[in-house]
């Protein structure tokens, strides 16, 4: 199986690329993990809101991997302690199916996404940075994929 973070937002800053970059290096083994930019949609003074989200989602729907089963991160989602973090992990890979992961533009998902998706994961109720949510659900990939392999990383 492999994995792919479709993610509104372009350019993220080198702290966070860097981090990103240091967990896909960690996943390779277990999951491997790409990245995908989606150019966001045009907002500001006079620009519709709504057109930009619906652009965003016709975007993150056309780069979808055939078949993939696609996990949306949103605030409505359910939560996962890591250890259910890792029971959905090994669901998904039982399912034979590449995985997508989801993170949208300001206003989140269009309601087009959303459909799409087979499930919805919220992070929590805060309210995160959309280049921060990138570097925490990489690393909680990772922290689930190492509890799968019985690795030291998580101690809880």
Do not use: C
């Not at 998706?117 to 922290?143: I, N």
């Amino acid at each position: 199986m492999k994995a792919r973070l479709i993610a509104v937002g372009e350019r993220a800053p080198s702290w966070v690329a860097d981090g990103f970059a240091e967990y896909r290096k960690r996943l390779s083994h277990w999951l491997p993990l790409d990245l995908v930019e989606v150019e966001p949609g045009l907002r500001g003074k006079g620009r519709d809101a709504v057109r930009a989200t619906h652009d965003e989602g016709v975007r993150v729907l056309a780069a979808l991997p055939r078949q993939a089963h696609v996990v949306a991160l949103d605030g409505r989602g359910r939560g996962y302690t890591s250890e259910q973090l890792a029971q959905r992990l090994e669901h998904w890979r039982g399912q034979g199916r590449d995985l997508a992961v989801l993170i949208g533009g300001p206003e989140g998902h269009a309601p087009e996404v959303l459909a799409r998706a087979d499930e919805r994961w919220s992070l929590g109720p805060l309210t995160l940075p959309h280049m921060l949510v990138r570097l925490v659900a990489a690393e909680q990939l990772y922290r689930a994929a190492a509890l799968l392999a019985n690795h030291p990383y998580h101690r809880a």
